[in-house]
């Protein structure tokens, strides 16, 4: 209970303080003609982290605003229900269709730009200028004007803040005060010094002077970016409202907020999908790079990172005068599993055995799937053979214990050479060889041993 009274606190405040901020920005002698409507941007962002303990900090944040508004009892009931119901959708959205609030992909970003645009916003439309119809604050005839104002300014509220306060949230630990101060006196200059030095009047120029740069941020870090999106957006409604900068220039007042609306939503969106599309493309190298260098099935290195542990084992014995044991695994009748069973079931036997043998391993220590039933462990650090005896025996002990998968019985061991570092070579060629030849001995002999090259 003291933690929902801490969030609803929290959260009513943020609305509270948010609203009478936006409220104050007015273009019109109406609080509904409006920009940007800041509160339903915090309140969006806080019921994605924070889930639906957050709801009702919003509907008190609300009563409240709206009884700083002056507005009756009932109006302020009928618009804190429904921003407190649009949020309570967002969040079953989120689950349903399995969105993340961390921004990763163009699905998480479609999916909040639709539901902001399509789903939510009208809920609040809806609820809101019915009040006001209701208790005669608005007439027939004003509320097609009401709702589509009240429509952008909440769209924007959410469209402007919630990604950035997502990103904010999820990639607080990135975050340096330099870059970001660096971010802000950028963007006040940079702002200023087109809307009010040069006088751009033409809201398509001032987005092609502007863009550029953010967009280039966007390719680096797009967290940063979309704060300086956000802070353009803000310095642009700071302009407008002291009736300076581009904004301030057009004879309709409409004409100035609509512009301003385009401005603004159109930074904000081309910001988000080039860094959301830029960061998937490094996620999408990401992931082929480990295809290239790490097993599909079991997740182990392959024999592609070979050359690399093996020379930083070379390393160790040359800098560090530390012995390390190279361990050439074959799985004894693998081939019989694989004709008798099928692939899916030998698939299987190999991430047992895999989960088996990382049991004996450390983080120092290197295991690797060097070809289909053929596995590679470097034992670093190693102070005697008999350490290493100890636990390949272990290991032999481990994975000859019979194995249930989809009701067979199956019956694996392991034929293993032992070749040491820097003994047998400081090669790969000398120790993989040595390894290999002791492996072969070892399956020549009877199967299920290990053997140590010879020297």
């Known amino acids: 209970m003291l933690k929902l ?37 915090f309140a969006l962002a806080a019921v994605l982290l924070f889930g639906k303990r957050i709801l009702p900090g919003i509907f008190i944040g609300q ?56 789903i939510l916003q009208p809920i609040s439309v809806v609820f809101g200028n019915i009040s006001l119809y209701l208790n005669n604050i608005l007439q027939l005839n004003e509320l097609p004007r009401s709702m589509f104002f009240w429509w952008i300014g909440n769209v924007l509220g959410q469209i402007l803040l919630t ?26 200059v940079f702002n200023y010094f087109f809307q009010v030095v040069l006088e751009i009047h033409n809201t398509s120029l001032l987005l092609i002077v502007t863009l550029p740069a953010a967009i280039y941020l966007a390719t680096i870090n797009i967290t940063y970016a979309a704060i300086s999106s956000m802070l353009l957006a ?20 409409i004409d100035n907020i609509l512009n301003l609306n385009y401005f603004m939503i159109s930074h904000i969106l081309l910001v988000l999908l080039v860094g959301i599309l830029f960061r998937e493309k490094e996620k999408g190298i990401h992931i082929l790079q480990s295809m290239a260098h790490y097993d599909y099935l079991t997740g182990l290195p392959n024999r592609h990172l070979l050359r690399e542990e093996i020379h930083h084992t070379v390393y160790l014995a040359d800098y560090n005068d530390q012995k390390s044991a190279i361990c050439f695994i074959d799985i004894d009748g693998f081939k019989e599993v694989n004709d008798t069973f099928g692939h899916n079931i030998g698939d299987k036997v190999l991430s047992k055995i895999v989960e088996r043998v990382k049991v004996f391993t450390k983080s120092e220590d290197a295991f690797l799937r060097i070809g289909g039933d053929e596995f590679l462990i470097i034992f670093n650090q190693i102070v005697s053979k ?11 002990m481990t994975v000859s214990k019979s194995m249930s998968i989809d009701e067979h019985e199956i019956n694996i061991s392991f034929s293993i050479g032992v070749a040491y570092c820097p003994e047998h070579g400081k090669t790969v060629e000398a120790l993989m060889n040595a390894s290999d030849d002791a492996m072969y001995e070892a399956k020549r002999k009877g199967k299920n041993q290990f053997l140590f090259a010879e020297l």
């Open 63 to 118: 009563l409240l605003l709206a009884y700083y508004s002056h507005f009756p009892l009932g109006v302020g009931i009928g618009i804190s229900i429904g921003n407190t119901l649009e949020a309570y959708i967002a969040y079953k959205i989120f689950k349903y269709f399995e969105l993340n609030s961390h921004m990763l992909t163009l699905k998480d970003f479609f999916g909040l730009f639709f539901s902001i645009l399509f």
């Open 5 to 41: 009274a801490i969030y609803t606190f929290v959260m009513s405040t943020i609305y509270l303080i948010s609203g009478i901020i936006s409220l104050s920005i007015f273009h019109e002698n109406t609080p509904i003609t409006m920009s940007a409507f800041f509160p339903e941007g």
């Open 386 to 396: 008999e350490e290493v005896s100890e636990k390949l025996n272990k290991i032999l």
């Open 163 to 188: 990604p950035v306060l997502l990103l904010l949230y999820h990639n607080r630990k990135e975050l340096h005060i330099k870059p970001i101060v660096m971010v802000i006196l950028t963007i006040v």
């Open 234 to 253: 803000s310095i642009s409604l700071y302009f407008a409202q002291n009736n300076i900068g581009t904004f301030s220039h057009n004879p309709s007042q």
